[in-house]
T-cell receptor, first 115, second 113 residues
Framework: AQTVTQSQPEMSVQEAETVTLSCTYD???????LFWYKQPPSRQMILVIR??????QNATENRFSVNFQKAAKSFSLKISDSQLGDAAMYFC????????????FGQGTELSVKP | DAGITQSPRHKVTETGTPVTLRCHQT?????MYWYRQDPGHGLRLIHY???????DKGEVSDGYSVSRSKTEDFLLTLESATSSQTSVYFC????????????FGPGTRLLVL
């Protein structure tokens, strides 16, 4: 069975600085998808970025980018130029290419942004 | 996102009572999912559906049942609520292919006394 681990329960960053959130996963599959979701205090789950395992190029969405290391089974999220609105819980998630598309989530990392 | 609504948004109930949560989507997505969120566990899959009347169990399905009689509606039922089912419940939908991104509803906060 696949597992996802986020080893940093809490992180803090100064406004305008850069922060990296860690995620590791375990799988025997070769085709899969990885996601980062953001959950602000409103509880809404918001997709931040996604990565297809077959793509070697790291995904980027504006200030958000990932460092995908397939061999190491690592998928970290880098937030550049941090803003107060980035403060939230961040979840890393794994999705198999089969198995009904269900997501397997990590435990989450609570990010605070200091002004 | 994806026109997903959940009802009710908040509910307080007593142990032993039945509870039904509803998820409604307007995007005609084939796949629908129910997750629960608890501190320290992230989100965990309860049940999912891959079409009308087609459902399957997830990681934490004990004590829950689901039904899907129409593409747009996916119901989650707690037959006899217990305090361990106090949680926040999220519905999600996905497109027809395995790689489609899942979009989430706003969540339902359930308290079982």
């Amino acid at each position: 069975a696949q597992t996802v681990t986020q080893s940093q329960p809490e992180m803090s960053v100064q406004e305008a600085e850069t922060v990296t959130l860690s995620c590791t996963y375990d799988t025997s599959e070769s085709d899969y998808y990885l996601f980062w979701y953001k959950q602000p205090p409103s509880r809404q789950m918001i997709l931040v970025i996604r990565q297809e395992a077959y793509k070697q190029q790291n995904a980027t969405e504006n200030r958000f980018s990932v460092n995908f290391q397939k061999a190491a089974k690592s998928f970290s999220l880098k937030i550049s130029d941090s803003q107060l609105g980035d403060a939230a819980m961040y979840f890393c998630a794994y999705r198999s290419d089969n198995q009904g598309g269900k997501l397997i989530f990590g435990q989450g990392t609570e990010l605070s942004v200091k002004p | 996102d994806a026109g997903i609504t959940q009802s009710p948004r908040h509910k307080v109930t007593e142990t032993g009572t039945p509870v039904t949560l509803r998820c409604h989507q307007t995007e005609n997505h084939r796949y629908m999912y129910w997750y629960r969120q608890d501190p320290g566990h992230g989100l965990r899959l309860i049940h999912y559906s891959y079409g009308v009347k087609d459902t399957d169990k997830g990681e934490v399905s004990d004590g829950y049942s689901v039904s899907r009689s129409k593409t747009e509606d996916f119901l989650l039922t707690l037959e006899s609520a217990t305090s361990s089912q106090t949680s926040v419940y999220f519905c999600a939908t996905g497109g027809p292919s395995g790689g489609e991104t899942q979009y989430f509803g706003p969540g339902t906060r359930l308290l079982v006394l």
